[in-house]
Nanobody
Framework: QVQLVESGGGLVQAGGSLRLSCAAS????????MDWYRQAPGKQRELVAA?????????ADSVKGRFTISRVNAKNTVYLYLQMNSLKPEDTAVYYC?????????WGQGTQVTVSS
C-alpha cells in the first residue's frame, strides 16, 4: 500500500506561481514512475507531468516551459513536487498526485488550484 498526500494548492493571480507537494509513504520501494494529473470542472482528468524513477520528465504541451516536476527519494518517504510558474486561468483545476507500482496505481486526494484573471 502507498499513501499519497498532496498540499500546496490555493488561489493565485494569473502570472503567479505555486508549488505543489505530494508525500508518498508506505510501500515506497514499489513505486516506479510518478505523475501529476489535473481535472477541471466538466472536463476529463488529464496528465500534466510525469517523472520516471530515473528522473526523466515529460510534460503536457500546455504546460511545457512553465511547470517543472521533480522527485526526492528520502528514507521513508518519496516527495513529488510540481513547480508551476506563469499560471493561467486555464490551469485552474484539482491537481492529483499519482504513483505507479507494478500491481497498482495510487492516487492522492487532490489539491485545488485556482488562477484568477
Amino acid at each position: 500500500q502507498v499513501q499519497l498526500v498532496e498540499s500546496g494548492g490555493g488561489l493565485v493571480q494569473a502570472g503567479g506561481s505555486l508549488r505543489l507537494s505530494c508525500a508518498a509513504s508506505g510501500s515506497i520501494f514499489s513505486i516506479n514512475a510518478m505523475d501529476w494529473y489535473r481535472q477541471a470542472p466538466g472536463k476529463q482528468r488529464e496528465l500534466v507531468a510525469a517523472i520516471a524513477s530515473g528522473g526523466r520528465a515529460n510534460y503536457a504541451d500546455s504546460v511545457k516551459g512553465r511547470f517543472t516536476i521533480s522527485r526526492v527519494n528520502a528514507k521513508n518517504t518519496v516527495y513529488l513536487y510540481l513547480q508551476m510558474n506563469s499560471l493561467k486561468p486555464e490551469d485552474t483545476a484539482v491537481y492529483y498526485c499519482n504513483a505507479h507500482t507494478s500491481g497498482w496505481d495510487y492516487w492522492g486526494q487532490g489539491t485545488q488550484v485556482t488562477v484568477s484573471s
